[in-house]
């Protein structure tokens, strides 16, 4: 089971990226799949995950309204379009899965994924 993410890079604030979570020994729509970021100096915070089993999407309060979770199921791929961003978005990105279904208020912790991809550098200044 392997996780690739990919799509990160500059841009200005107020730019927008699309990261790409290719997803290969594992089925994504059955998998909790989750996007996490850690910035220099700061722990590793949860931005937005599905839950497997229903489907269900959850986003931080950091991101929401500005973040976009989707998947596409033939390539096996999630992505995360980000709008709107800030400097402080700025920080390695990961995603993550488990074939569990954590509860809802778990999907953006750590420990219920138990496969993490290298993560993508998303850096936004001017």
């Known amino acids: 089971v392997q996780l690739q993410a990919s799509g990160g890079g500059l841009v200005q604030p107020g730019g927008s990226l699309r990261l790409s979570c290719e997803a290969s020994?594992?089925?994504?729509?059955?998998?909790?799949i989750a996007w996490f970021r850690q910035a220099p100096g700061k722990e590793r915070e949860g931005i937005s995950g599905?839950?497997?089993?229903?489907?269900?999407?959850v986003y931080a309060d950091a991101v929401k309204g500005r973040f976009t979770f989707s998947r596409d199921t033939a390539k096996n791929t999630v992505y995360l379009q980000m709008n709107a961003l800030k400097p402080e978005d700025t920080a390695v990105y990961y995603c993550?899965?488990?074939?569990?279904?954590?509860?809802?208020?778990?999907?953006?912790?750590?420990?219920?994924?138990?496969?993490w991809g290298p993560g993508t550098q998303v850096t936004v200044s001017s």
């Open positions: 599905r839950r497997g089993g229903d489907g269900r999407i």
């Open positions: 020994g594992l089925t994504s729509g059955r998998y909790s």
């Open positions: 993550a899965a488990t074939s569990g279904n954590p509860i809802f208020q778990n999907l953006l912790r750590s420990f219920p994924y138990d496969v």
